[in-house]
């Protein structure tokens, strides 16, 4: 292959071995062979030189020191670049390790990933982190980052790091080491070296020097165990942002003072949703009014789904071990399920999902091609064994629900399937006041199933996307190793995006579950699976709708339309009759009979963010009528009973906002 080009640089001295590279926009230069990527940089523009921050070298991100040893295509990461952003944070997460061995001598050190929202690390450490220790963690992160710094990358023989890690009381490391780098000879680890030298084994890459990293802010820090496992050594976590620019940087940190006020976590115990209990880790308690709007998203997505051709079903919750084994979870997916054993002694888990309980009730009768799309839904919980330590509110749980559904069709029934899908998740999005963006993903690196099949589902997916008007993006190689997908991120009130519909192809499990149909040619033939939800899970999308509407519900989905308030007890008794009419007209009506002042009794109810305050005094009581206050907007008048009823029920079935 590489085939050296011909030394005929008038620079380079002719012994040189020479190597090409191609460069992103086609154009290709011949450079000495063991010329490092950033002085590729530099000879293409001083400007990019200055950019450059890692390189991608025939696909793989490599650091800017990295030798160009043959022919290849390269391109130069700027901050412009996809890999940046990671690539920047889980730098900084190596300068926040080097600041706090500095600072804290015998500090043990984890793994320090970026994350989508910026970078954590975690440390073995005596006593626990305390903010003063944050603030000046941070200063020595400034200091090495105002010396400028290289991380240096130094490659060790596999036993000789091992051995210098284990000599420095790093067993964790050693562990790393071991698990990642299993047949390797040698292993990378990087240096920033001050008056101590922080040595860290990593595979890299990072930015060329601390210098690089301006923006930059830890945040918190919470207690942590080594792999998620509390069974493991506890740890000490510390989180972290980073940015490009200052501007970035404060912007980032005032939407997450927007979002602390929002956290699902506090509205949800404020507002009385949902509450956990240590005996049922990751497990919610749906409180009265929580489940009332848990119901009515359930109720409103199967008013979605039945007119568009649904049909709900209940499958088992425990399935034999033969269905995981058909399905191929038992061997791949075991360890994320509760296994329980029946009285017979047989191995049985609980499920995870819908899906291989569907594909036996799909292959329960002979199916027609008259009967495609045939489409089920189902609400069942799912059970999930996820470790304790990533268990948090409503978003990471053992127990949930989907709004989950498997859309059977003939190959050629696909386009205009996902046509439809994509149709509804908008509808739903829309109702729900989300803006969203579609991306496709594309055929993976490792995929099963023929070329042809992938090009003529994801041509179809395209064509869906685009008869349906939407903006999407290209995942390239981002599809399921069974078939290519759609994922959507919704995007919040506070600009936050969160990946919630999904509408996946799949060829595989129809074969694993010999799922067919007959036919016009009366033979029969292999059916498609899609795989399509569109909230998600029911538990971590309310936690979404409850940080994007700050606990203030639109009237459709308020666990309580309406809080009478009477002002003295004499007018108790009207207020529970204005509450029972509410009630018989189907709306949902509280009566606050409490002792207490009006102005007491309006602030609670605002707090609570109940839409609709009724107040009921002698006048009220009087005249049959109620005064009207709105959460948002305030006094709204004097109005009948029934002229409040009609127009709380036509905001309810518009879905006002
Ligand atoms: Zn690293
Ligand atoms: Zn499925």
Same mark, same amino acid.
């Given at each position: 292959m590489a085939s050296r080009a011909p030394?005929?640089? &008038?620079?380079?001295?002719?012994?040189?071995?020479?190597?090409?590279?191609?460069?992103?926009?086609?154009?290709?230069?011949?450079?000495?062979?063991?010329?490092?990527?950033?002085?590729?940089?530099?000879?293409?523009?001083?400007?990019?030189?200055?950019?450059?921050?890692?390189?991608?070298?025939?696909?793989?991100?490599?650091?800017?020191?990295?030798?160009?040893?043959?022919?290849?295509?390269?391109?130069?990461?700027?901050?412009?670049?996809?890999?940046?952003?990671?690539?920047?944070?889980?730098?900084?997460?190596?300068?926040?390790?080097?600041?706090?061995?500095?600072?804290?001598?015998?500090?043990q050190c984890g793994i320090g990933p970026a994350t989508d929202e910026g970078f954590f690390y975690d440390f073995v450490v005596p006593r626990p982190f305390v903010p003063e220790d944050l603030e000046?963690?941070?200063? *020595? !992160?400034?200091?090495?980052?105002?010396a400028d710094l290289p991380y240096e990358r130094q490659m060790w023989p596999?036993?000789?790091?091992?051995?210098?890690?284990?000599?420095?009381?790093?067993?964790?490391?050693?562990?790393?080491?071991?698990?990642?780098?299993?047949?390797?000879?040698?292993?990378?680890?990087?240096?920033?070296?001050? *008056?101590?030298?922080?040595?860290?084994?990593?595979?890299?890459?990072?930015?060329?020097?601390?210098?690089?990293? *301006?923006?930059?802010?830890?945040?918190?820090?919470?207690?942590?165990?080594?792999?998620?496992?509390?069974?493991?050594?506890? !740890?000490?976590?510390? =989180?972290?942002?980073?940015?490009?620019?200052?501007?970035?940087?404060?912007?980032?940190?005032?939407q997450l003072e927007e979002a602390k006020k929002r956290d699902h976590r506090k509205l949800g115990r404020e507002l009385g949703l949902f509450m956990f209990h240590p005996w049922a880790p990751g497990a919610v308690f749906w409180l009265d009014k929580g489940a009332t709007l848990y119901n009515t998203l359930a109720d409103y997505m199967r008013g979605v789904l039945f007119p568009a051709g649904y049909v709900e079903v209940k499958t088992p919750i425990l399935f034999n071990k033969a269905l995981w084994e058909t399905s191929g979870h038992w061997s791949?997916?075991? &360890?994320?399920?509760? &296994?329980?054993?029946?009285?017979?002694?047989?191995? !049985?888990?609980?499920?995870?999902?819908?899906?291989?309980?569907? /594909?036996?009730?799909?292959?329960?009768?002979?199916?027609? =091609?008259?009967?495609?799309?045939?489409?089920?839904?189902? &609400?069942?919980?799912?059970?999930?064994?996820?470790?304790?330590g990533v268990l948090s509110g409503l978003t990471r749980v053992r127990q949930f629900a989907q709004d989950d559904a498997h859309c059977f069709v003939a190959p050629d029934q696909i386009g205009e399937e996902v046509e439809r899908l994509l149709r509804l998740v908008g509808r739903v999005y829309g109702d729900l006041?989300?803006? /969203?963006?579609?991306?496709?993903?594309?055929?993976?690196?490792?995929?099963?199933?023929?070329?042809?099949?992938?090009?003529?589902?994801?041509?179809?997916?395209?064509?869906?996307?685009?008869?349906?008007?939407?903006?999407?993006?290209?995942?390239?190689?981002?599809?399921?190793?069974?078939?290519?997908?759609?994922?959507?991120?919704?995007?919040?009130?506070?600009?936050? *995006?969160?990946q919630c519909a999904t509408i996946q192809l799949d060829y595989q499990m129809p074969e694993r579950f010999d799922l067919k149909y007959v036919g016009p040619d009366n033979r029969e033939h292999r059916v498609v699976v899609i795989h399509r939800a569109i909230f998600g899970s029911f538990e971590r999308f309310i936690a979404i709708l409850i940080e994007h509407y700050a606990g203030a519900f639109p009237l459709w989905l308020a666990p309580l339309h309406a809080m009478v308030l009477p002002i003295a007890d004499r007018h108790l008794a009207y207020g529970a009759s204005v509450r029972d009419r509410l009630r018989a007209a189907g709306l949902r009506a509280g009566l606050d009979a409490r002792q207490e002042k009006i102005g007491y009794k309006i602030r609670e109810a605002?707090?609570?963010?109940?839409?609709? !305050?009724?107040?009921?005094?002698?006048?009220?009581?009087e005249a049959g009528t109620v005064a009207v206050r709105a959460r948002s907007g305030g006094d709204q008048g004097a109005s009948s009973v029934e002229a409040f009823i009609a127009k709380a029920l036509d905001e309810i079935h518009r879905k006002g906002t």
């Open positions: 030394a005929g640089s &008038q620079d380079e001295l002719p012994s040189m071995p020479q190597i090409t590279v191609t460069l992103p926009d086609g154009s290709s230069r011949t450079v000495p062979a063991g010329l490092s990527v950033g002085d590729l940089a530099a000879q293409i523009s001083p400007g990019l030189a200055r950019a450059a921050l890692a390189a991608v070298v025939n696909g793989r991100l490599v650091d800017l020191t990295y030798p160009l040893t043959e022919d290849a295509s390269v391109r130069i990461v700027t901050d412009r670049s996809p890999e940046a952003l990671p690539l920047y944070r889980h730098s900084t997460a190596h300068l926040l390790a080097a600041a706090v061995t500095a600072l804290f001598p015998g500090a000046a963690i941070e200063r *020595k !992160m400034r200091e090495l980052a105002a596999r036993e000789e790091a091992k051995a210098f890690f284990a000599r420095r009381g790093e067993p964790l490391k050693v562990e790393l080491i071991e698990e990642k780098t299993a047949g390797q000879r040698e292993v990378s680890c990087y240096t920033i070296k001050d *008056k101590d030298t922080f040595i860290d084994f990593c595979v890299g890459p990072h930015v060329p020097s601390t210098g690089r990293l *301006k923006a930059f802010k830890l945040l918190s820090t919470s207690n942590a165990y080594w792999k998620g496992d509390a069974r493991n050594q506890p !740890m000490q976590r510390i =989180y972290g942002t980073a940015f490009f620019s200052e501007q970035e940087l404060q912007a980032h940190l005032a791949h997916y075991r &360890q994320h399920m509760f &296994q329980v054993q029946g009285s017979e002694g047989e191995e !049985m888990a609980i499920k995870a999902m819908n899906c291989p309980g569907h /594909f036996l009730l799909y292959a329960s009768e002979v199916r027609s =091609y008259r009967d495609l799309p045939i489409r089920l839904h189902e &609400q069942t919980p799912l059970h999930r064994n996820e470790l304790a006041g989300l803006s /969203f963006q579609a991306k496709l993903g594309t055929r993976p690196e490792e995929f099963l199933g023929e070329i042809a099949t992938w090009d003529h589902a994801e041509s179809q997916l395209k064509a869906a996307l685009e008869r349906a008007g939407l903006d999407y993006t290209v995942n390239e190689k981002d599809g399921a190793f069974y078939g290519p997908k759609i994922d959507f991120d919704v995007t919040d009130a506070i600009g936050r *995006k969160w605002q707090l609570q963010k109940v839409p609709y !305050m009724l107040v009921v005094g002698d006048r009220e009581a």
